[in-house]
């Protein structure tokens, strides 16, 4: 800290309020603090003996500066970030950084990618305690926040949703699994993280959420002036639907329902939102057609139930958003089982949401248990992660939301596993997610490796597929990412194979290729 004095003024205290870099050497900046007393201009005088004095001490600040803000930094790059596998430093979420050598003063603010990211305390106390563990640190203020809002793609969305981060879709492509009532529920959990969260019903023939939650004000406004929809409010969630409308249920054709559909989710004013949740309506028609083309969905999570006739409709859907690049990041398996004289009893059979996640390589499965409870909240207009906090069912919703918040910032981030053709040796190359490893695969082997219901038959588990089908020199037309959890390969007979990351971990690998490089 140093301190100026000039005849008839106050003390003025100057602090390294910031750092600039010129010609490869940090410069401070120094501002005066001054009461509000004392607000007015102040000259100061001096003689040459006083600069340079002051001058030397300046450099000495300047250069205690620069140490200490190296310090911090590499203090700081000690926390690793779990999802992306890399330093907070490094990822860019140390902001405004402020240090004060005299004092052991040291301020900063951590910028995370989502408010809802479940480890923001704890990186809010490693951050604390690495900083704090410096010799020279008195006294540490770390503050919280999080990015601005924005899609990835703001230029090309309708203005209702150029401030929305994510859009998630909840899917089951058959009525009656509970899909709703997981849509509800991952909403509020989601905004019990902390997050800014909308709410949208996509089904005009039967829509459940005014049935689910209680607003209010359970109509529709609009904007006279925009032209926009106004969307309605439950406990800090905006919620629009089609029963908001006044109109209760539609009867309607295909085509005039899409038309709806397309208003009601580009033209209401949804504002900064960090999750817009989609609750899709049964099916893979128009509709859902229309809402996987009209807006960028960032990720689905598939809604089934233990049947096995259940698991052949969700197997439509997650093929529905393969086909338009929409990853699948988690499957809830509603009503699995209850609790009953010390047993756990599955009256509905077992297996199919793990049979989802072999066959598609979706990452994630959550099972939820059948709770009166969760039945009587969805009619109550209370949900039940609202109702009960603390309950089972809420503790699986919270596991969701986290599942969701994390994958959803890997896809933003596009931190996926780099799988590419190199035609100068005719091989397709793999780096595996969250790891170093990189090998390379026969095209062939690949093709001849597809586990879809063209190549297997999904109920006996005969193979379809013959090995003579595939030419040895197929070469594949297209390789694309489907999220953070397998490719889509085109080949040239038309086939689009989802190929998960870990089904290419186990295939048969090349060996005689030539040395990896970098990816």
Not at 445 to 454: E, F, G, L, P, W
Request: charged share 20%; net charge negative; aromatic share 6%.
């Amino acid at each position: 800290m140093i301190s100026l004095h000039a005849s008839s003024s106050p003390a003025l205290t100057f602090h390294c309020s910031s750092l600039q870099t010129k010609a490869g050497v940090l410069h401070a900046v120094a501002t005066p603090f001054l009461s509000q007393r004392h607000s007015k201009a102040v000259c100061i005088s001096y003689n040459r003996s006083s600069l340079s004095s002051f001058t030397a001490k300046a450099t000495s600040a300047e250069v205690t500066c620069q140490t200490a803000e190296i310090d911090v930094l590499k203090a700081l790059s000690k926390i690793i970030d779990p999802d992306f596998g890399t330093d907070i430093v490094s990822c860019g979420f140390v902001k405004d950084l402020l240090v004060n050598v005299a004092t052991g003063e040291v301020s900063f603010r951590l910028e995370l990618t989502t408010p809802a990211c479940p480890i923001k305390d704890l990186f809010e106390q490693q951050a604390n305690d690495e900083v704090a563990a410096l010799p020279w640190v008195n006294r540490v203020n770390v503050t919280m926040s999080a990015q601005p809002a924005r899609p990835i793609y703001a230029a090309d969305l309708p203005m209702g949703l150029q401030t929305v981060s994510n859009i998630v879709a909840v899917s089951s492509c058959k009525g009656g699994v509970g899909k709703s009532t997981v849509a509800v529920n991952l909403a509020y959990t989601l905004a019990g993280m902390g997050a800014r969260v909308g709410l949208f019903d996509a089904d005009v023939y039967g829509p459940s959420l005014p049935t689910m939650v209680s607003p209010e004000n359970r109509l529709l406004e609009m904007n006279p002036e925009k032209k926009t929809i106004i969307p309605t409010e439950y406990l800090g969630v905006k919620l629009v639907s089609f029963g908001f409308a006044g109109q209760g249920r539609a009867i309607m054709r295909g085509p005039m329902v899409s038309g709806v559909i397309n208003q009601l989710l580009t033209t209401s004013e949804w504002g900064e939102l960090d999750y817009l949740i989609v609750d899709m309506p049964p099916g893979t028609g128009d509709i859902q057609l229309t809402l996987c083309q009209v807006v960028p969905l960032t990720a689905a999570v598939i809604v089934t139930t233990p049947q096995k006739l259940a698991f052949i409709d969700v197997a439509k859907g997650v093929r529905m958003f393969s086909k338009l690049k929409v990853p699948c990041v988690a499957v809830v398996e509603n009503m699995c089982h209850f609790d009953a004289d010390g047993k756990r009893h599955y009256p509905f059979g077992r297996g199919s949401g793990s049979q989802v996640v072999e066959q598609f390589g979706i990452p994630h499965l959550f099972d939820l248990p059948i709770r009166p409870s969760l039945s009587a909240s969805g009619d109550s207009g209370v949900p039940e992660v609202v109702a009960d906090p603390q309950s089972e069912v809420a503790t699986i919703f919270q596991d969701l939301g986290v599942c969701v918040v994390q994958q959803c910032a890997k896809i933003r981030q596009r931190v996926s596993t780099a799988v590419t053709y190199d035609k100068s040796f005719k091989a397709i190359r793999v780096k595996v997610p969250d790891s170093e490893e990189e090998f390379y695969l026969h095209p062939a082997t690949v093709r001849r490796n597809d586990r879809s219901a063209q190549s297997v038959d999904e109920w006996t588990g005969e193979q379809k597929l013959a090995y003579t089908d595939i030419p040895e020199d197929i070469e594949p037309e297209e390789i694309r990412p489907m999220g953070n959890y397998a490719v889509s390969i085109v080949w040239p007979d038309g086939f689009n194979q989802i190929a998960p990351y870990d089904q290419l971990q186990n295939m048969e690998r090349l060996v005689d290729v030539p040395q990896l490089s970098p990816v």
